[in-house]
């Protein structure tokens, strides 16, 4: 078993699909198809069913996947804690950020680091608060950044920022010319939100409970996995929604939406990392410039 090995049959296993795993990793089909044949005959197992034209993984192959997974992740840390012995001169950061902080907040934080470090390759990857804190949890990501409150012990969380939540509609909403809106207000108008697991749904949900309203007693007509999704369908009237400020800043200054009188509060940006995981110079170097 060899470590090519291993990142062949992850990369088929993903796609179901031997040609495509061939694409994603530039190489022949036949290479790949050789590669799959050789773990399974060194082992004396059939990792995949071969149905018509195409591969689809068995019991034993969904069994071993985690197993590849995890030594791959872990060459990966050795091959990255073998790069910081380099002084930052060459390396790889990987991290991952809730959508708010990866489209308003850090671009500029990374742009900044490259150009310190020019040599260490910066893998951004982008997902809710929920999924960046997992992501720390399992390796997949060296540091996390979120906007929502985590309760996990293993995390250490380091406040790096800030942002506000507001309010939004449409200029024609009912709400858009009042002076001050009633937290009791806010059930009676349909909304467009973020999914549960989202720092900016929760936080939203944590200030209705603060003003004594129930989350469940909103009238939700659409919920988003995205920032951009939401903002299309509050602009297009399908309801209210609450966003962070620097998210919609375009939007508002456009007069697509306006932010309706309803203060929220003002909620921190977490640095996640790890306690008990290796810590690289790279991330050690990102961390210090944000201080």
Known sequence: MTLERLRIFVAVAERQHVTAAARALNLTQSAVSNAIAALEAEHDVYLFDRVGRGVVLNQTGLAFL???????????AAEAALADMSALRRGRLTIFASQTIASAWLPRRLA???????GVELDVAIGNTREVAEGVLSGAAELGLVEGEIDQPLLDQTVVGSDRLAVLVTPDHPWAGLRRLEAQTLATQAWVLREAGSGTRST????LRNAGVD?????????????????????????ATA?????????????????????????????????????????????????
Do not use: Q
């Not at 985690?66 to 990966?76: G, H, K, N, S, T």
């Open 215 to 239: 989350p469940a007693a909103l009238s939700i007509a659409m919920t988003l996995p995205s920032n951009e999704a939401v903002l299309a369908a509050a602009e297009a009237g399908a309801g």
């Open 66 to 76: 985690p197993e590849a997974r995890a030594v791959l992740a872990r060459a990966a």
């Open 112 to 118: 900044a680091f490259h150009a310190a470090h020019p």
């Open 243 to 291: 966003l962070s400020e620097s998210v919609a800043y375009g939007s508002v200054a456009a007069g697509r939406l306006v932010t309706a009188a309803f203060s929220l509060p003002e909620r921190p940006f977490r640095l996640l990392r790890h306690r008990e995981r290796y810590r690289s110079k790279a991330g050690d170097a990102f961390v210090a410039a944000m201080e």
């Open 204 to 207: 939203l949900e944590a200030a």
